[in-house]
């Protein structure tokens, strides 16, 4: 078996063996098949797809290129939880003390942000002392005391997905569903899930930026894991603007405690709300509570104090700060700097959530390379959304950097060139799209 003949297989639309896709990820991971060779196959998949054999072969392969975690701690059936990314996503972090008040244990591995796309381990970062390098031996301690554990990706993992990602990157293959699925679910399937619950956001702010590309990619990965003996259920949520008010680090992880505090924003609550329903239903944990019941109870639980209290625990078991009215401690403080204002009157017609991004990048919330330095403090907030009324001078939104940010005068004028640019006003209510767009199972 050679690597000429697998190209030129996929380049004229065969179907590659499991023999073909074995060979071929061993050769990534262990360095004896050139980029140059790699490359070419990556964009024959892109140009020729593959079918779901021949994606959940190259899945399984590149989970079985590094180590693969157990969890045979976890009572019950183990879950998962992966979001394709957005702005201001800062779900992860009140998910996972939410179902774990529920009894589902969870071991939560998660990346961090590059680019316009948060990261969920940068923002568990600005909180002071809090520990997002746990050893995968001392998750079983973490889990025991609380339900829950979450940490950084770790090297090992799914080795072959990181090699091939990063020339995908620079050889223009990225936008491949196989790839994009197979890349995704790899690291789910070594991370030990037997269920797996996928955010899939839609929208100018998400990597899928219509409802048919959604679908497609949650019906490829659905596919996947069937084959491959995984439960997988994708929940469809917009991401046609900033999830909730603010994005940026120290901002949304205010966000969050503000949201287990019984205070959050109606789309926040509205996308954590349906995800917890079906990682709850999945660890079989429901207690055999009808949709309408669970869902009650689960917002309930949000304001009632019930996910505050296992908040804490989290924060606290991995070595956060918290003040002594107990909300965390943060690695900076957010510096209100400029405001952006409404150049006319009239109705948020839509908000190009992507150029959102691109500013706080710019103000240093984000990352482009991943030896950037992030501004914790850095970010923005959202006075008003898709939908709102505003007047000619009113303020579309808040810039953030750190207090101890010397960020360039120029930097400040150029995100909000780019936040002008993104909200687009005209003079009619429009149709406002809801925070879930669909649940295929």
Do not use: W
Not at 411 to 426: C, S, V
């Amino acid at each position: 078996m050679n690597m000429r003949d697998i190209i030129i297989a996929k380049r004229d639309k065969q179907s590659l063996t499991d023999e073909q896709i074995k060979f071929f990820v061993q050769g990534v991971t262990d360095g004896s098949i050139p980029d140059y060779q790699t490359s070419a196959l990556l964009m024959a998949i892109v140009l020729n797809g593959m079918d779901e054999h021949e994606m959940t072969t190259l899945t399984l392969e590149m989970a079985a290129s590094g180590k693969q975690l157990t969890l045979p701690y976890i009572e019950g059936v183990s879950v998962d939880k992966h979001s394709t990314g957005g702005v201001g996503d800062k779900i992860t972090p009140i998910l996972l003390p939410l179902i774990a008040s529920f009894g589902v244990e969870v071991v939560k591995l998660s990346g961090r942000g590059l680019g316009f796309t948060g990261g969920t381990v940068d923002k568990f970062e600005s909180i002071e002392g809090f520990n997002v390098e746990v050893d995968t031996k001392d998750f079983h301690m973490y889990v025991i005391k609380t339900g829950m554990v979450i940490s950084g990706q770790t090297p090992d993992l799914a080795p072959a997905d990181k090699i091939l990602y990063a020339l995908r990157d620079v050889t223009g293959t990225v936008d491949s569903i196989p790839l994009i699925a197979s890349s995704i679910m790899s690291k789910k399937i070594a991370a030990g899930a037997q269920g797996i619950v996928l955010d899939v956001t839609c929208g100018s702010g998400a990597f899928m930026k219509d409802l048919d590309m959604a679908r497609e990619l949650a019906d490829a990965m659905i596919k996947i894991g069937k084959l491959a003996g995984r439960q997988v259920v994708a929940v469809i949520t917009n991401m046609d603007e900033p999830l909730g008010r603010f994005c940026g680090n120290v901002l949304e992880m205010q966000e969050v405690f503000n949201t287990v505090t019984g205070k959050g924003e109606p789309d926040v609550i509205e996308v954590v709300t349906e995800l917890a329903y079906h990682l709850i239903k999945i660890a079989q944990k429901d207690a055999g509570m009808s949709e309408e019941v669970l869902k009650n109870e689960i917002r309930a639980r949000l304001s009632d104090g019930t996910c505050y209290e296992k908040y804490k625990q989290l924060i606290e078991s991995q070595g956060g700060k918290l003040n002594a009215a107990g909300s965390p401690v943060y690695v900076s403080k957010p510096f209100d700097c400029m405001h952006v204002n409404s150049p006319d009157a009239g109705y948020v017609q839509s908000i190009r959530t992507d150029l959102i991004g691109q500013a706080s990048v710019l103000l240093g919330a984000g990352r482009l390379a991943k030896t950037d330095k992030i501004d914790y403090g850095a970010g923005i907030g959202f006075f008003v959304k898709v939908g709102d009324r505003v007047e000619r001078g009113d303020s579309l939104c808040a810039l953030y950097t750190g207090e101890d940010s010397q960020l360039p005068e120029e930097k400040l004028f150029d995100a909000m060139d780019l936040i002008l640019d993104a909200y687009e006003i005209g003079p009619n209510p429009p149709e406002k799209k809801p925070a879930i767009l669909g649940v295929i199972t």
